[in-house]
């Protein structure tokens, strides 16, 4: 029940909004503000706890901290678990039914081979979404076609780009994909054209320069995403605070 629950926030008149966490500290102030689901960030959650982006924090670690977080807010909770920590698709249903046992009602499952500049074909990354949604989570399928140099070049906004995206996309939902995920993607006409040709709701990173939320929503945004920036901003406000302490 609570994966339809959690699939019914996604709306484009209400677009969902994950202002990403890190620990159960921030998941209780974010849900203090007012959220609806609480998300983890894997650049997030791995930094704080003093590790790399890119799995590179210990699973049982980031389960761990699942589990906190499920035990202190009364939230649906989505979890990213990058590109699955496993190779195989038995060790990445094991990967899933960790997270459902701690509560975890969703998470963010990548197509870019972790830790190269690579993606994994669609038919073979479809086999990890139906893996992972047959373990019971609710699967944001995120492809990493528009991020950085390295998988789109200079400038990520393409038309094959958007076309390749499209072609994913309908694999993915036929595999049980729950929402579709294209970070690294801004420019409003595309993302409409994404939201338009894809039979499942759209989530967005919120990028420096994108248009508002309500202009995203009106492209038939159904979820947007903070990404890595609440936790670089809270950061960056300890460091101030702290030079501002010393230098008193």
Not at 115 to 122: E, K
Not at 219 to 231: D, F, K
């Amino acid at each position: 029940m609570a994966k339809e629950i959690f699939a019914a926030l996604h709306r484009s008149d209400d677009p969902l909004i994950l202002y990403n966490v890190w620990d159960v500290g921030s998941a209780i102030a974010v849900a203090a503000a007012g959220a609806k689901v609480i998300a983890t960030g894997s650049l997030s959650l791995a930094g704080a706890q003093g590790y790399e982006d890119g799995e590179r924090i210990p699973f049982p670690r980031l389960v761990e901290t699942a589990r906190q977080i499920a035990e202190a807010v009364e939230l649906p909770i989505s979890v990213d678990i990058e590109a699955g920590f496993a190779e195989d698709l038995e060790g990445l249903s094991r990967v899933a039914a960790a997270l459902y046992d701690v509560q975890i009602t969703g998470c963010n499952l990548e197509d870019r081979l972790i830790r190269t500049s690579y993606l994994r074909p669609v038919d073979e990354q479809a086999e990890r979404i139906a893996a992972v949604d047959g373990a019971g989570l609710f699967v944001n399928a995120r492809t990493d076609l528009f991020l950085g140099p390295l998988m789109a070049g200079e400038n990520p906004n393409r038309a094959e780009l958007v076309d390749a995206a499209i072609e994913r996309a309908a694999a993915y939902r036929a595999a049980g994909a729950g929402c579709f995920f294209i970070p690294g993607l801004s420019d409003p006409a595309m993302i409409a054209q994404i939201c338009e040709s894809v039979d499942m709701p759209v989530n967005v990173m919120r990028l420096p320069g994108m248009v508002s939320n309500a202009e995203l929503a009106e492209l038939g945004v159904a979820r947007i995403s903070y990404g890595p920036a609440p936790w670089r901003e809270a950061m960056a406000g300890v460091t101030e605070a702290a030079k501002a302490a010393f230098s008193a």
